[in-house]
């Protein structure tokens, strides 16, 4: 009598087979197609088998082993060692993290700065600045990726010699933004580290931001600075400030900055107002290192900070450019009290000196005084 061959259990995948190692079967649980690794995760917390949560389409772990290796990355799980974070698990909790670069390094050494797509020249040049700070006093910089003050972040970190740790919302082998692709390539470069829940091939959707955002549980303080009303800022900071031990630091601004209402909510509720990097070190008991580039790099013999050695006159064009907003020349001349001619010299002495852009719209200011300069400056 011909045996038939045996079918695998009831909504099991064609290539499991029992004994398999537990490895092999999270690995292929990972990358089963799923909306939100975040649920499959708190099922595993829960009790859940891994086997039990396979499904008939989970890829061959071997395949997955394959493509991992091809684009240079790896699964790092709970039990693995240098796991970054078993000391601040996330809530809802993270199962698996697909890891390109080096493992991150956990809270113990990381901050995350984070902010909106649309923010302000001047918010970004902030969030360079501060990267670049935090990354030459030891610390890595731990952000999201994206346009904006995420990218600002990033380079901030790779400016000051640091590393840094790019958190995705789709698969690491996918270009997400397009723009930050040769971003990520310089992180990498530099030690840092891009990882991601969702497996290869996954494309960054909507759903995948919010809880992208928990994995701040990799930082011991999140640095806020840009955040509109209900903004994806809010959340990540509400993430950092529920896990207890986790700090919120706000960049403030103005009550008509629309830009800042978030952050001066935030503020409102307790968080800790930021003026500068030195705010940030205080919270996290640590000591500043001169960043190259870097208003203390750029003091003079004396010790003069350059901002100071800026002109009266253009440092009264920056006070009333301080909130990042666009204003044309006569907004300019009544706010400052500058007459057409010395308002011409100043404009132009902080445009020689990339701190201000003029287009057909008015001035921006678009960095800080003695800060790194924005891309393309």
Known sequence: MTQRPRSPARGRPGWWAPGMPARAVMLALAATPAPLPAVTAARLAGGADPVEL??????????VAARLEAIGAGLLLPADPGWPLAATPPDPPCAWLFVAGRVPEGPSASVAVVGGRGASPLRRAAARALGAGLAAAGWSVVSGGAVG??????????????????VLGCGLDVAYPRANAGLFARVLAAGGSVVSEHPPGVPPRPAHFLPRNRLTALAAAVVVVEAAEDSGSLSTAKAAGGRGSGR????????????????????????TLVRGLADILEELG??????????????????????ARTGAQARRVLAALVDGGVLGAPRLAALTGLQPAALAAALLELELAGLVRRTAAGVQAVALPGGPRPEGA
């Open 54 to 63: 396979l499904r008939p389409d989970s890829p061959d772990p071997g395949a």
């Open 286 to 307: 640590a000591t500043a290192a001169p960043v190259p580039g870097s208003s203390a790099a750029a003091d003079g013999p004396a010790g003069t900070p350059a901002s």
């Open 149 to 166: 003050v995420d990218a600002a972040a990033h380079g901030g970190a790779l400016d000051g010699g640091g590393r840094t740790v790019v």
């Open 248 to 271: 919120v630091l706000v960049v403030p601004g103005a009550p008509w900055d629309a830009g800042a209402a978030g952050c001066n909510a935030l503020i409102r509720d307790g968080a």
